[in-house]
């Protein structure tokens, strides 16, 4: 959600802002829009000081005993003027509708560009590892161990699920329980097990709703099954206002998550990196603004750290205004290198939404001293995703043999175990 008072104060930085991001001006239909609410709000408080008046003087006229039957229609009709007013003013309007489905302006350095051609690498970390053998992608490895099978999901679930079976089911649990511990033994996050059914409420806060509704999956009760914990995370600050001790919050969690992938269609239909449900740890910070941009750098490097211990090899991309998500100002991209399909993918995405998430769910904080609030920060990125962890683990330890090494730091959530292979 966008700032009003911003748009009536900056009009042409507002729209350039949106010309960034490759969108048309606003600014006019908004101020528009904005006059004519406005106008409202003014012709309310007027009439309701006119009732006022009327009340004193049927008072009056009763005291006098005069005819009060003209005044009393007038009354009447001023009532029903303001029903009709304050019933325009509370709505959400077209004004709130224009407002929430406008995706947030980029920061100041997030290069221009209209898709990810303009990203930009900021670090690259890791060797790739060399093979004396052509490398397999990771479907391929499952099914030779005998650990994957996407035939069987596609007979109970259709295509996009995955069936995980022995130790590649042990070594998902692993990645979760690894991820998790690190970030709340050493990073500061506070463990959280949220709902993973949420309302529309929930989603219209963190910026999926209205806008992007395709892409999620709607129970019969309406409810909708989650996309990402960022949902739940997010949305424990929903309607609350916070003491500036209070800041920053830290939290993860460990949840499935379920995408519908409109607009996906003939892209990884094969294997485990586009699925309709997969599993991810996330992370959220709800920040002071001050903060929130030291706090991207470290949530990022969160996401980092996870990586360098699995010693898989990544680069950090710095998303260009055409290829960040809605309701983010500023994303990190952290791709993993994976040899079966000799490029990087995807495997983190660090995102600051400055206060476009808080205004849509009136979260805030009072500083302290100040009778004011203030919007928080917030944050979201993954910490990591299971599935595409494994993907990346699969391709960069498989062996000649089809077997999977295990990585080092793993070993120990998996009973002590180096190597899977098959028919383990």
């Known amino acids: 959600m966008h700032d009003i008072k911003f748009i009536r104060e900056n009009p042409a930085a507002f729209d350039e802002g949106l010309k960034r991001r490759g969108l048309p001006p606003q600014s006019a239909e908004i101020l528009k829009l904005d006059e004519e609410k406005r106008a409202q709000q003014t012709e309310l408080q007027e009439v309701q000081s006119k009732r006022n ?3 004193k003087a049927i008072g009056q006229a009763k005291a006098k005993g005069e005819d009060v039957t003209a005044i009393m229609a007038e009354s009447k009709a001023i009532n029903e003027r303001i029903a009709a007013l304050e019933a325009q003013v509370s709505e959400e309007g077209a004004l709130t ?7 947030n302006l980029p920061a100041d350095d997030v290069p221009v560009g209209s898709n990810e051609t303009s990203n930009v690498k900021v670090r690259e970390h890791g060797n790739k590892p060399a093979f004396a053998f052509t490398p397999k992608e990771h479907f391929d490895l499952g099914e030779k161990l005998g650990l994957m099978d996407f035939e069987r999901a596609a007979k109970m ?27 709340t033994q050493e990073f500061g996050y506070t463990e959280v097990a949220p709902p993973f059914m949420v309302r529309d409420n929930a989603l219209y806060g963190t910026g999926q709703l209205p806008k992007f509704g395709e892409d999620l999956f709607k129970t019969t009760t309406d409810h909708y099954l989650i996309p990402t914990a960022e949902v739940p995370l997010t949305n424990l600050v929903n309607d609350e206002i916070l003491s500036e001790a209070d800041l920053p919050l830290r939290y993860t969690a460990y949840t499935p998550c379920f995408r519908s992938e409109a607009g996906s269609a003939g892209r ?4 485990m990196i586009r699925q309709h449900q997969f599993s991810k740890v996330e992370m959220v910070s709800i920040t002071h603004p001050d903060a929130s941009d030291a706090e991207h750098e470290r949530m990022t490097k969160c996401a980092e750290a996870l990586l360098q211990r699995l010693d898989l090899p990544y680069r950090v991309m710095l998303l260009c205004t055409g290829d960040m998500g809605f309701g983010a100002r500023k994303t990190y991209d952290i791709e993993v290198w994976l040899p079966g399909q000799n490029a990087y993918r995807e495997i983190s995405s660090c995102s600051n939404c400055g206060d476009f998430q808080s205004r849509r769910m009136k ?7 100040s009778k004011a609030t203030q919007f928080v920060h917030t944050l979201n990125g993954s910490g990591l995703p299971i599935g595409r962890t ?3 683990i699969l391709e960069n330890y498989q062996q000649a043999d089809g077997s999977i090494l295990i990585p080092e730091a793993l070993r120990p959530y998996m009973g002590g175990a180096d190597k899977i292979g098959i028919g383990q």
Do not use: M, N, Y
């Not at 259709?158 to 970030?183: I, M, Y």
């Not at 990884?268 to 294997?271: A, K, L, N």
């Open 53 to 55: 008046g009327f009340a």
């Open 97 to 103: 509708q224009l407002l929430s489905s406008i995706a």
């Open 157 to 183: 679930s259709g295509a996009r699920f995955v069936v995980l079976k022995g130790q590649l089911a042990r070594l998902e649990r692993a990645l979760a329980a690894f991820f998790l511990d690190t970030h």
């Open 268 to 271: 990884d239909t094969r294997g």
């Open 363 to 369: 979260a805030r904080f009072r500083p302290k001293d």
């Open 390 to 392: 494994l993907v990346a």
